[in-house]
């Protein structure tokens, strides 16, 4: 009971503050958003410890994990955001000199997860959980080349549909998500350190199945939102017609409009 009561208190309620504080960023007082940002990263701090604190419970590989991803995580972020803010665009926030920098952090975060993957080398970040693949991992890894691949690919076949001068950045989409997708085939086809082709093979499928739903639900969500509001209009009254205005009211609007333009009585 008390190893329950402590894997509760350490990881399970931390990670109930952060989507808490996810809530409260969308409140419009800005003392709330600021007790969401603590709480949230307080935590996530406390979640990211769990490991140590409750190693006893299966889920706190789910904080290891975050822990040994957490620098690729941060740099890819980071570099995708100084990459994306760099160019010529109106909400520049770096120089554009900048954005090879974020370029090469996006892609050295993306080799550390590859080589996390690939080699078992003791300066890296492990993959493994009580001498054990972490299978926190498998779940990850696949969903995420297969998210990856997918928003890259459907990226540059919509940005090649526009045809307004940006056939080179639909062809960086093109190679970035043909990268992806084919690192997605070498994972199914060659063992990696500590996971073998066919655990991952498995692995795949059912983020896919994972991925699918989610885009069923919110397709589904979407759709009886939108006929809510579609049967919410069909019941509604119908406007009136307001009669045209009389000698009166276009006296009084022509006084308003002279007050505004400053015209004589002539105009």
Excluded: C
């Excluded at 993957?117 to 001498?131: K, M, Q, R, V």
Aim: charged share 10%.
């Amino acid at each position: 009971m008390d190893n329950e009561l402590d894997v509760a208190l350490l990881l399970w309620a931390p990670l109930g503050l952060v989507f808490l504080s996810l809530g409260l960023q969308f409140r419009k007082d800005a003392s709330a958003q600021r007790v969401g940002k603590l709480l949230g990263a307080g935590g996530l701090i406390v979640f990211g410890v769990s490991f140590l604190t409750v190693p006893s419970s299966p889920s706190a590989a789910s904080s290891s994990l975050l822990v040994n991803i957490l620098p690729s995580l941060v740099l890819m972020i980071a570099g995708l955001y100084i990459a994306l803010f760099s160019g010529k665009i109106p909400v520049k926030r770096f120089h554009p000199k900048m954005r090879p920098v974020g370029l090469l952090m996006f892609i050295l975060g993306f080799a550390l997860i590859e080589s996390m993957h690939w080699n078992a080398f003791g300066f890296l970040p492990t993959t493994a959980w009580e001498g054990e693949t972490n299978q926190f991992w498998m779940i990850f890894r696949p969903t995420f080349l297969l998210a990856l691949s997918s928003f890259l690919l459907a990226g540059g076949y919509l940005l090649s549909l526009t045809k307004q001068k940006i056939t080179q950045a639909s062809r960086v989409l093109y190679a970035t998500g043909g990268l992806s997708t084919t690192l997605l085939i070498l994972n199914v086809m060659f063992d990696a350190s500590s996971t073998t082709a066919s655990d991952f093979h498995n692995s795949v499928f059912l983020a896919m199945s994972d991925i699918l739903g989610f885009l069923s639900g919110v397709g589904l969500t979407i759709l009886v939102f939108g006929l809510i509001i579609w049967r919410y209009e069909q019941k509604r009254p119908g406007l009136e017609r307001l009669p045209p205005p009389n000698q009166e009211q276009l006296n009084i609007a022509a006084t308003i409009v002279q007050q505004n333009i400053g015209g004589g009585e002539d105009e």
